[in-house]
């Protein structure tokens, strides 16, 4: 079970001292998850795989979520679901030995909250849109060409020279 208020924050003492090779799954399901007022990941769920290694431990997870975002095109509401694999390593050297490494710190937790929003985030596109055609909004009158057309898009006639 993982405390509500930090529900990536992984008690490791027991994995420490068992042997190279050893690993422990731990499932999560967090439900909503504020990153800031507003920006929240809904249904976030997912698995972290800790395994013992001669460093220290190494993370592969696997998380899901969903975000609330807006089409750039037409401003909808768009509920775009987000997947996340990534793999971390921790060790118990003082100085990592590669930029990739995080340290063990000394209170025998690790807190995978920052990989699982980063990554997560990362899935985010730059443009997200409703749907590829999406038509946009009127740049006179905004309406949702998606739903209707407006006397400022008329639809061409067939065999007109537009």
Request: proline share 7%; net charge negative.
């Given at each position: 079970?993982?405390?509500?208020?930090?529900?990536?924050?992984?008690?490791?003492?027991?994995?420490?001292?068992?042997?190279?090779?050893?690993?422990?799954?731990?499932?999560?399901?967090v439900g909503d998850?504020?990153?800031?007022?507003?920006?929240?990941?809904?249904?976030?769920?997912?698995?972290?795989?800790?395994?013992?290694?001669?460093?220290?431990?190494?993370?592969n997870?696997?998380?899901?979520a969903?975000?609330?975002?807006?089409?750039?095109?037409c401003?909808?509401?768009?509920k775009l679901?987000?997947?996340?694999?990534?793999?971390?390593i921790?060790?118990?050297?003082t100085?990592p030995?590669?930029?990739?490494?995080?340290?063990?710190?000394?209170?025998?937790?690790?807190?995978?909250?920052?990989?699982v929003?980063?990554?997560?985030?990362?899935?985010?596109?730059?443009?997200?849109?409703?749907?590829?055609?999406?038509?946009?909004?009127?740049?006179?009158?905004?309406?949702?060409?998606?739903?209707?057309?407006?006397?400022?898009?008329?639809?061409?006639?067939?065999?007109?020279?537009?």
């Amino acid at each position: 079970m993982h405390h509500p208020k930090r529900p990536f924050r992984i008690n490791i003492g027991l994995l420490i001292n068992q042997p190279i090779g050893y690993s422990r799954d731990f499932p999560f399901e967090v439900g909503d998850f504020f990153i800031s007022p507003d920006l929240i990941l809904h249904e976030l769920t997912g698995t972290a795989v800790l395994g013992r290694t001669q460093p220290g431990l190494q993370v592969n997870a696997d998380f899901q979520a969903s975000i609330m975002v807006n089409c750039v095109r037409c401003l909808e509401d768009l509920k775009l679901p987000l997947h996340a694999v990534f793999e971390e390593i921790f060790t118990f050297e003082t100085h990592p030995l590669s930029e990739n490494e995080q340290i063990i710190s000394g209170d025998g937790y690790i807190n995978l909250e920052p990989f699982v929003s980063d990554y997560l985030l990362l899935q985010i596109p730059i443009k997200p849109l409703c749907k590829h055609n999406c038509k946009g909004l009127c740049s006179i009158c905004g309406q949702n060409l998606n739903q209707a057309t407006c006397e400022h898009h008329k639809e061409p006639v067939e065999g007109s020279l537009i």
